[in-house]
T-cell receptor
Framework: DADVTQTPRNRITKTGKRIMLECSQT?????MYWYRQDPGLGLRLIYY???????NKGEISDGYSVSRQAQAKFSLSLESAIPNQTALYFC?????????FGPGTRLTVL | AQKVTQAQTEISVVEKEDVTLDCVYE???????LFWYKQPPSGELVFLIR??????QNEISGRYSWNFQKSTSSFNFTITASQVVDSAVYFC?????????????FGTGTRLLVSP
């Protein structure tokens, strides 16, 4: 089984809908992250969490919210999706070294 | 501020050619980590290597090698005898350790196309 899983893997939704992307990990890491990837822009950090009670905004948090339900679970929500949130979203975990990424969720907002 | 520059947007080579992917970084921190990740067409991000700022030894892993030079703030990645399976987007990343949140800063990636 994969160490970092994301659901759903693909999602098409309409403008204005609420969407939740979920991430689970079995690596036992305290630190979890959400990134989005857009063509030509690399990966940009949306939110990060160092433990269940510590959640912080990244560089592009507007329009997003997160919930850290447990050490192993970190969800990303789009309260009212808009087309420019169409992107590939990655969850990642780490201890003090490299980050390990989930398989990604491809989100399309029409 | 931290910054990673991958000036090569796309590189095309023929199988068995050697290819070098460039990475230049900027940081004022004296302690930092550098990383390379591979993103194949399937989309996942695969960790390749981590190097800390105190270890300038080059590393070789099979057909892959990495050249870390602090004097030029570069951490270049060479694939020897490239194969079609090497076709992917490769990201270089930096994590500075001295100040604040030690976030991972990515370059914009280099797309490598290896044709048969």
């Amino acid at each position: 089984d994969a160490d970092v899983t994301q659901t759903p893997r693909n999602r098409i939704t309409k403008t204005g809908k609420r969407i939740m992307l979920e991430c689970s990990q079995t690596k036992g890491h305290d630190r979890m992250y959400w990134y989005r990837q857009d063509p030509g822009l690399g990966l940009r950090l949306i939110y990060y969490s160092f433990d269940v009670k510590d959640i912080n905004k990244g560089e592009i948090s507007d329009g997003y919210s997160v919930s850290r339900q447990a050490q192993a679970k970190f969800s990303l929500s789009l309260e009212s999706a808009i087309p420019n949130q169409t992107a590939l979203y990655f969850c990642a975990t780490s201890d003090f070294g490299e980050q390990f990424f989930g398989p990604g969720t491809r989100l399309t907002v029409l | 501020a931290q910054k990673v520059t991958q000036a090569q947007t796309e590189i095309s080579v023929v199988e068995k050619e050697d290819v070098t992917l460039d990475c230049v970084y900027e940081t004022r921190d004296t302690t930092y980590y550098l990383f390379w990740y591979k993103q194949p067409p399937s989309g996942e991000l695969v960790f390749l290597i981590r190097r800390n700022s105190f270890d300038e030894q080059n590393e070789i892993s099979g057909r892959y090698s990495w050249n870390f030079q602090k004097s030029t703030s570069s951490f270049n990645f060479t694939i020897t005898a490239s194969q079609v399976v090497d076709s992917a987007v490769y990201f270089c990343a930096l994590r500075a350790m001295n100040t604040g949140f030690q976030k991972l800063v990515f370059g914009t990636g280099t797309r490598l196309l290896v044709s048969p």
